[in-house]
């Protein structure tokens, strides 16, 4: 069982997690957590502070005090001796000083310092089930065989991850049987042995990866929300949770930047072949999603919309000099060298049309002398025009049935007047994506929803009982 940041916010929260536990007695659960609430960008922010504000004020960085005020005021509500962590503060407090002190936060720094929010919330929510009487265990994930690349912010889990973490569960069980409250989101390098993090939402992954490492029935992850959604609820409050899922679907709609499931979270539990059940700890009793290998596409059209905003497009057109494949592998290798990665691609003999991962090109300083630098090898042989503030829609379903999801899309986008600037349907064929401009792209996103899924539900609803 994960339990995201927004399950983990408080004493509240945590006493209800606790009671969720508790309430599968036949079970033997092993719990991943994330940090509490915000913690992770608090972290992220203090850290940036600590860079400019000088040694002698980092003590007295906003982030740092909502950091200790919320462990100690949770202590406090919890019942729990605040020493479970007051080795770790004054370690954060070092480390803070140390990014001060050389005027530098490197990626590897970094991922030290976010560490501080799951190291915290586990050793509170371990102690508060002691406490109540339910023998727990807290164990540091890079301490107990998460092996990763050394890929700081975003390291991707070694298979020897897996033998390791079941060896060191099931030694440990043997010898005392507790509740393993796992650290999510953190893994340790292979080479440098520093402490890695799998990227922001990372904790998903570490589930499925204890998931697949013990060979578990289910994995279950607890967020705020009821389930997977038709889209995204804060771009429109009408979504509805999506009952079941595939693996593919689930990976496509992650990885096109819907928040609620972190993009490789679902590789371990396809490998296993282990069912994720996406749940609501805010409301425990609604179903929410179930996501598996196969299910019944027959009744589905569309699945889930997403959107990704703020995307890069490069509209670039072959000046002749090259062939039709030199002219593609030219390409692709000037995004290579440069270390940039392509979500959407469109092509014809002499152009190609793409968008750029924004993840990779994580800082906006960077941003600019990337995109610079590959504009000017791309000129070499190309007309290139950079198009920014453009957005991806991504349409997730059964594209067995793209015409007839195009038929209404493009009815859609027709009567709301919009150009769709770029369109491409993924080889995985769970996935049709369109290019509008950004400050379009949450009307188009509304109508469509309301295209495919509100007048479903409008009808149904319209319908006598007996009917459906
Ligand atoms: N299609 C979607 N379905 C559900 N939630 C979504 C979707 N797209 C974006 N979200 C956002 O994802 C959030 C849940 O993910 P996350 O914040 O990572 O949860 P947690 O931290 O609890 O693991 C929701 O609160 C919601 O705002
Ligand atoms: N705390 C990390 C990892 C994580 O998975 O968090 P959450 O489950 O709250 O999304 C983050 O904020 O990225």
Known sequence: MKFGGSSVSSAARMKEVATLVQSFPGERPVLVLSAMGKTTNNLLA???????CGVPMTCYIEEFSVIKDLHVRTAKELGIDQAVFSDL????????????????LTPRTQ????????????????????KIGVKARQYDAFEAGFITTDEFRNAEILEATYPAVAKRLHEDWRRDQAVPVFTGFLGKGEKTGAITTLGRGGSDLTATVIGKALGLREVQVWKDVDGVLTCDPNVHSLAVPVPCLTFDEATELAYFGAQVLHPQSMRPAREANIPVRVKNSYNPHVPGTLITKKRDMSETL???IVLKRNITMLDIVSTRMLGQVGFLAKVFSTFEELGISVDVVATSEVSISLTLDPIKIWSRDLIQTELDNMVTKLRKIAKVKLLQKRSII???G???RSSLVLKKVFSVFEELGIKVQMISQGASKVNI??????????????????????????????LPAGIL
């Open 46 to 52: 203090a850290g940036e502070k600590a860079l400019h």
């Open 89 to 104: 503060f004054e370690e954060l407090g070092m480390l803070l000083t140390g990014i001060a002190l050389m005027k530098e």
């Open 111 to 130: 991922d030290n310092l976010v560490s501080f929010g799951e190291r915290l919330s586990t050793r509170v929510f371990a102690a508060y089930l002691n």
């Open 302 to 304: 569309l699945t889930s």
């Open 394 to 396: 991504s349409l997730i």
């Open 398 to 400: 059964n594209v067995e």
């Open 433 to 462: 994506s369109l290019i509008v401009n950004d400050s379009e792209a949450e009307r188009c996103v509304r109508e469509l929803h309301s295209a495919f899924f509100e007048q479903e539900i409008a009808i149904s609803k319209d």
